[in-house]
């Protein structure tokens, strides 16, 4: 059974820090992605990272897909109150299917 | 463009009851799921569909069925509501196979079964 391992679960760091989360398997993935969810919404796709050793910017936001596959970090520089959120990763295995992670819920204090 | 629709956004259930929550997308995908999300669970596949008039079970089946009589919509029926169903659903749609490169998500119901 594929599992995706977020941590932190929870997240609270004042606005301008830098912070990364992360999202772990023991098993390899075909791609990768990483979400974000404001309450009362749905998740919103954020990037998505195929290659090893990938990186891919969003403004201040950066990805990385690790080399052998299996895992991913997020590195946010200078948090602002808006990136505030649950941030959710998900992992595309050799079946196809898609399984998510339990997510690191982030609070960016003013 | 409005993407994944859901409705309705709120429902409160009696046991027993069943209901529909209706999910419609105009980006013309053929890939289209139901999540639910629980507090602390993450997001576990309920039914998915990979085109009109085909759908399969996903992780969470039990107690719901589906249906996906044209490409736009995919509703999701509970046909008697226990509060184990108490959660918030989400509608997903994607334009590859089981959403490799990304899904659009709707905004979610929130449903509650007393």
């Known amino acids: 059974t594929q599992l995706l391992k977020q941590s932190p679960q929870f997240l609270s760091i004042q606005e301008g820090e830098n912070l990364t989360v992360y999202c772990n398997s023991s098993?390899?993935?075909?791609?990768l992605q990483w979400y974000r969810q404001e309450p009362g919404e749905g998740p919103v796709l954020l990037v998505t990272?195929?290659?090893?050793?990938e990186v891919k910017k969003l403004k201040r936001l950066t990805f990385q897909f690790g080399d052998a596959r299996k895992d991913s970090s997020l590195h946010i520089t200078a948090a602002q109150t808006g990136d505030t959120g649950l941030y959710l990763c998900a992992g595309a295995g050799g079946d196809d299917k898609i399984i998510f992670g339990k997510g690191t819920r982030l609070h960016i204090l003013p | 463009n409005a993407g994944v629709t859901q409705t309705p956004k709120f429902r409160i259930l009696k046991i027993g009851q069943s209901m529909t929550l209706q999910c419609t997308q105009d980006m013309n995908h053929n890939y289209m799921y139901w999540y639910r999300q629980d507090p602390g669970m993450g997001l576990k596949l309920i039914y998915y569909?990979?085109?009109?008039?085909?759908?399969d079970k996903g992780e969470v089946p039990n107690g719901y069925n589906v249906s996906r009589s044209t490409t736009e919509d995919f509703p999701l029926r509970l046909e008697l509501a226990a509060p184990s169903q108490t959660s918030v659903y989400f509608c997903a749609s994607s334009n590859t196979i089981r959403g490799n490169y990304g899904y659009t998500f709707g905004s979610g119901t929130r449903l509650t079964v007393v």
């Open positions: 990272v195929v290659t090893g050793g």
């Open positions: 098993s390899v993935f075909s791609s």
């Open positions: 569909s990979v085109g009109a008039g085909i759908t």
